[in-house]
């Protein structure tokens, strides 16, 4: 069974190191794992609406994606790709297939900041380019070098990280200084309603115009990675219209466009089975991660056969795209097919979606409720202004919703942005049970406050 709570505490204490935070001041210890459920050490039930940070797309432990890892288990875990698999090789036509134009060629690899890493490479090497521009609070990854694509401060060591690294302005339609409004259902109070795209979006692409003319040098730019909606920054989605806009100035200036599909990828937006699908794009790199193995570590890069090309140095990954992963990554694109999750996503997105504004209209603490399918983000406010709500008051509120049995995430600057972003199998029943926990908690909270 493995250690009790408290000698947990000890081994945290002793063992672990102290940059590997717990989110509660409780920590939960997670014993086992169904579908949209958690079981603790007690065998208490949790409702788990943020799926391990997106990562358990299909469900916990899904039948059909453990049935299909045990079959392999027991045949064969490893082979590099010096030697062909048939699973490998299999898994990674299928997943071409789902994307569209010239997105053909496949690199396996195990985590979403190894395929950005990667990403970086081809997009060096196709271009003959160094400079890079990623979005300001956008999560890339951890590494010495994608710490410099990653702009969030709470993850960024204050070492060098490679030459030629920027950061646009974060276009945020609900604390950006211009506003905004966005493609879905989930729209900012008080800010502009464009019929087609925003007029911020504009001004937006100004500043990223700016950021090109002054501190890329002429002509050096490799590439633009975006995630399609940030998701450790708090789901934030982009005001309507950005990222075409943005594409095409890059794509004027001869830079490659990256899209990180690591949290939005696989039909979680709803609409499409891409997010950058939302944004009417076609990247040149998608980098893939979380969800394409439902917990299991599996990553990916995928792009043209023209960008592969130019990467003309062998490439070696002793993991990567192991039979394991192949096996696990086939079988999660079956599910989502087979059981129809894209649509649910969509549907039981916008039911989500719908009841947390229904809850935003008598909770003055909900500054903005945003998202896509279920890709979903609550900010929290100092009731009655923009304000992110403390910190203090948001890990409380926090604390009590988990007290209550279902599982958030949090994220944004001031960590005051509930993330929801669950297993892909989640039903409006379970959407009603978590709108009535946090009705409650949110209740308490005004009337305590
Ligand atoms: N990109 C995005 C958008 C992410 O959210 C993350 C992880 N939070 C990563 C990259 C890095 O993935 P990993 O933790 O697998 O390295």
New binding site residues.
């Given amino acids: 069974m493995g250690p009790s709570y408290q000698k947990t505490d000890k081994i945290k204490a002793e063992n672990i190191p102290p940059a590997v935070f717990n989110i509660y001041k409780k920590p939960l210890v997670i014993h086992q794992g169904h579908m949209q459920w958690l079981f603790d050490h007690d065998g208490r039930r949790y409702l788990d609406l943020f799926g391990g940070?997106?990562?358990v797309s299909v469900g916990h432990c899904h039948p059909k994606v453990s049935a299909a890892l045990h079959e392999q288990i027991d045949t064969l875990w490893h082979t590099t790709n010096i030697y062909r698999h048939p699973k490998i090789y299999d898994y990674v036509e299928k997943l071409a297939a789902k994307f569209p134009g010239d997105l053909k060629v496949v690199y396996l690899v195990?985590?979403?900041?190894?395929?950005?890493d990667l990403a970086m490479i081809l997009a060096k090497a196709y271009t003959g380019n160094n400079d890079i521009i990623s979005l300001q609070r956008?999560?890339?990854?951890?590494?010495s070098t994608?710490m410099g694509l990653?702009a969030t401060q709470s993850y960024r060591m204050p070492l060098p990280v490679p030459s030629g690294m920027h950061h646009a302005m974060l276009p945020d339609p609900f604390s950006g200084i211009w506003g905004g409004c966005r493609d879905s259902i989930s729209q900012v109070p008080n800010s502009c309603n464009c019929p087609g795209d925003c007029i911020t979006s504009d001004k937006y692409v100004h500043q990223l115009s700016e950021l090109l003319d002054n501190s890329v040098p002429a002509g050096r730019l490799a590439a633009f990675f975006a995630?399609s909606i940030?998701?450790?920054n708090g789901a934030v989605q982009f005001p309507k219209g950005y990222i075409k806009k943005a594409y095409e100035l890059i794509k004027k200036h001869g830079g490659l466009y990256v899209a990180?599909?690591?949290?939005?990828g696989f039909g979680r937006t709803g609409d499409s089975f891409w997010g950058f699908q939302d944004h009417g794009v076609q990247p040149d790199i998608v980098?893939l991660?979380?969800g394409i193995g439902n917990g299991f570590?599996l990553?990916a890069v995928v792009t043209t056969k023209e960008i592969a090309a130019a990467h003309n140095k062998s490439y070696f990954n002793t993991f990567g795209g192991n039979p394991m992963a192949a096996a696990v990554g086939k079988a999660v694109l079956e599910v989502i097919e087979e059981e129809e999750l894209q649509q649910n996503c969509k549907e039981t997105g916008k039911y989500f979606l719908e009841q947390l504004m229904e809850l935003q209209k008598i909770h003055p603490v909900i500054g903005d409720v945003r998202g896509k399918g279920l890709m979903i983000g609550l900010e929290l406010v100092e009731p009655g202004t923009k304000q992110a709500l403390n910190m203090a008051d948001s890990t409380v509120i926090q604390e009590m919703i988990k007290d209550l049995g279902v599982l958030t995430g949090y994220g944004g600057r001031w960590c005051n942005v509930l993330r929801i972003k669950p297993p892909m199998c989640i039903n409006k029943n379970d959407v009603d049970c978590a709108i009535s926990v946090l009705d409650q908690v949110f209740d308490f909270y005004k009337k305590n406050k």
């Fill in positions: 940070i997106v990562t195990n985590s979403g900041t190894e395929a950005n956008g999560y890339h990854g951890y590494s994608i990653t995630e940030q998701g450790v990180d599909e690591i949290q939005t980098t991660a979380k570590p990553a």
